[in-house]
């Protein structure tokens, strides 16, 4: 450990370590070239420090990957909300996952349209939905009957319609904590195949409202 420990120093003093858009330099780490030092002593600490580009080359392979006609790729904004990494997901060709009114808005600071985004989550609250469809967003992950007759409602009351996904509950155990667990019948999530086959006939008969998938 001791001749390793020293081999990755005398690297780092060399600058020969590198990962990516990260490398040291005399023993001092830079992100794509920036000296990290000097970014801190501008902007003190706790600092977070993101590579623009790594973050393109992620989204350009995950769309080559997923490519295809009709394909998008939609980023969870729950991971990270901010701006700058926003605006260039969006500048990649990326639309973006939303799960409150918070972050729809953010998402229209970042230059997403309402089109770009897919709202999902348990926690969607009636002054959400409303603006939901006021923005004209894209699609909805729906979690239950009583959540789709809310946002058939409220696709009345601004004459749009609404793109629907259904969570489907496969009931599969996938271990973990017992107060954790999602994905079987009788979780507190999403609805069981059943159900879903009864929400999609429903939601024909609903105004305002397409069912077009599962989530």
């Keep these: 450990m001791e001749g390793l420990s020293r081999s990755l120093y005398e690297e780092m003093e060399l600058g020969l370590l590198s990962s990516g858009p990260w490398s040291y330099c005399g023993g001092i780490l830079h992100g794509e070239g920036v000296n990290l030092l000097e970014v801190v002593a501008r902007y003190g600490t706790p600092l977070y420090v993101y590579s623009e580009g790594r973050i393109g080359e992620n989204c350009r392979h995950v ?30 060709g990326l639309g973006v996952d939303v ?23 348990v ?5 959400d939905i409303e603006y939901a469809v006021k923005e004209g967003l894209g699609r909805v992950n729906v979690e239950s009957f009583e959540e789709m007759e ?13 793109e629907l996904s259904f969570r489907y509950t496969p009931d599969i155990e996938a271990g973990g904590h017992e107060k954790i667990k999602t994905g079987r019948t009788g979780d507190k999530f999403g609805l069981s195949g ?10 024909l008969l609903l105004d305002c409202v397409k069912p077009v998938g599962l989530a």
Excluded at 66 to 91: C, F, H, P, Q, T
Excluded at 99 to 121: C, K, N, Q, T, Y
Excluded at 152 to 159: A, E, L, M, V
Aim: a positive charge; zero cysteines; aromatic letters at 12%.
């Design 63 to 92: 769309r080559e990957a997923l490519g295809g006609e009709g394909v998008g790729v939609y980023y969870a904004m729950k991971a990270n909300d901010r701006l700058g990494i926003l605006r260039k997901l969006r500048s990649e």
């Design 194 to 203: 059943a159900e879903v086959e009864r929400a999609w006939g429903e939601a």
């Design 99 to 121: 799960v409150s009114g918070g972050e729809i808005s953010r998402a229209l600071r970042a230059g997403f349209e309402g089109r770009d985004m897919v709202f999902s989550g």
């Design 150 to 162: 809310v946002w058939s409602f409220y696709g009345k009351r601004y004459g749009r319609e609404v």
């Design 123 to 127: 926690g969607k609250v009636e002054e």
